[in-house]
């Protein structure tokens, strides 16, 4: 089934906006915590750790939620539309100190911070639980999978390009008001686009969804433990995505105090339009090498960019050719990886579908959002205790044993979590080949006998319809 121009980027236009937001707090929170408020970093790592758990364990809780909702608008839009108010609310105040000091400023940031995840799950998981239900057609599954992740990523190439220059331009010097109004304009974007996802992207209604269908939480963890190939691909995604949160996390001090030039920070994130080409190049490339292929390319590319980061880090620190030249290897294998997982995860529905006789896409693509919470907590943890143990202090000349651990932390840490998802795909993870040619035909055959069966339902045969004449027609 193709889907229509409009409802393909109305539904892409809305990962634009959250995306804005999600990229603003993992590239710059940390720094506002530690930079601006002059928290602990110890504190701040330790924080984000806790606070990642708590939304990772919620996000499948909320899958079960939203795959029990029964509405006329269905059961995604009425929890995007709410959460996304929520957050957008969560994030003003996350920036927002209201003057406060000492044990108080550390309370409230914990409760803000918290509070955010919470908001922002409410939101997420929805939204692309939404994305697998807009076609069944393997090949515009993957054209269509691919348009929001071009949305989200041109977000983070927004956010990381020009995020510290608007917070300096927007608080005329003063960063803690820049970053306040900055929340200001990218919260009312945010809603804005969802508002269009929301009011051009089609639902149906599931008020006449079986009452006797709803998942109980010991389903909840049967959907996700008992399907082996979702839990290769948690294994996958979660090894890539905490080298991609860990690079992130550390960047900003690195391109500050280990290269000493702060602007090639945003030029470094500027790179992210690679990503975008990564994306939108997926389909053609998966095509042309098949999708098993363009994940070894996918993890090969960040390898060769992060080596080469580190050794124009170590020998040519502020040349901008090497600088930029490791952020498109880089970004373009990120995109290539993004393609190969948003449809995978489409994959492990179709094959939970088979296996457990119920598609739970909320469930399932819950656990994508899962892992990303829990790389972030991982990472978050990794940043700020990783800072305090290799001697970083604030707005200072860094010591050579600290300038070492951050070159280290931010390069040659995330190649390992590379190397294990490559590994995990290639040992674990079956959905490819003939294999993933199988389940689709599986599947359709399956949605081709349940519209028979609904068509027979609804459709009173004519011995029925003529019995019920002659009873009218007798009374």
Not at 279 to 292: A, G, I, T
């Amino acid at each position: 089934m193709k889907v229509p121009f409009r409802q393909k980027y109305s539904f892409g236009l809305g990962a634009l906006g959250k995306d804005a937001v999600i990229c603003f707090v993992g590239t710059f929170l940390s720094y506002y915590l530690t930079d601006v408020l002059y928290l602990a970093p110890a504190f701040v790592g330790s924080l984000f750790f806790g606070a990642r758990i708590w939304d990772a364990i919620n996000d499948p809780i909320m899958g079960m939620f939203i795959d029990n909702t029964r509405t006329r608008f269905g059961k995604f839009r009425i929890w995007l539309t709410i959460g996304t108010l929520l957050n957008a609310v969560a994030f003003i105040l996350l920036f927002t100190n209201f003057g406060l000091t000492g044990t108080n400023l550390y309370i409230y940031i914990a409760v803000a911070y918290v509070v955010f995840g919470m908001t922002y799950t409410i939101m997420d998981v929805p939204y692309w639980s939404w994305l697998p239900n807009l076609t069944n057609d393997p090949e515009e599954r993957e054209k269509v999978s691919v348009i929001p992740r071009i949305f989200a990523s041109l977000a983070g190439l927004l956010v990381g390009t020009f995020g510290l220059q608007a917070v300096q331009s927007l608080g005329n010097g003063n960063e803690q008001t820049g970053f306040f109004i900055i929340s200001i304009l990218i919260s009312i974007f945010f809603i804005i686009t969802i508002g269009i996802t929301v009011t051009n992207v089609p639902e149906k209604s599931t008020l006449n969804q079986e009452k006797g269908a709803k998942i109980t939480l010991k389903k909840m963890i049967q959907v996700i433990t008992k399907n082996d190939q979702l839990l290769a691909f948690i294994g996958l995604l979660l090894t890539f995505n905490l080298a991609i949160q860990i690079l992130n996390g550390f960047m900003i001090y690195y391109f500050k105090y280990v290269v000493g030039n702060e602007t090639f920070f945003s030029l470094f994130f500027f790179t992210i339009f690679a990503e975008m080409l990564g994306l939108m190049l997926f389909p053609k490339v998966s095509q042309l090498l098949s999708r098993e292929k363009t994940y070894v390319v996918a993890c090969g590319m960040p390898i060769i960019g992060m080596l080469l980061l580190f050794i124009s880090g170590m020998y040519a620190p502020n040349n901008v050719v090497l600088v930029m030249g490791s952020g498109l290897i880089l970004k373009f294998g990120s995109g290539l990886s993004l393609g190969v997982t948003t449809v995978a995860i489409a994959d492990c529905i179709d094959y939970g579908e088979l296996k457990f006789g119920t598609r739970n896409e909320s469930i399932i693509c819950s656990a994508q959002t899962f892992l990303m919470k829990l790389a972030q907590a991982v990472s978050g943890l990794l940043t700020g205790v990783g800072l305090s143990l290799v001697g970083y202090v604030p707005n200072v000349q860094q010591s050579a044993s600290a300038i070492t651990g951050i070159r280290v932390l931010t390069c040659i840490v995330p190649i390992i979590f590379v190397i294990l998802s490559l590994a995990i795909y290639r040992k674990f993870y079956k959905l490819k080949g003939a294999r993933l040619q199988q389940l689709s035909l599986d599947v359709q055959e399956l949605h081709e006998k349940e519209q028979t069966k609904t068509e027979n339902v609804e459709m009173p045969s004519e011995a029925n319809v003529e019995s019920g004449t002659l009873a009218s027609e007798s009374q």
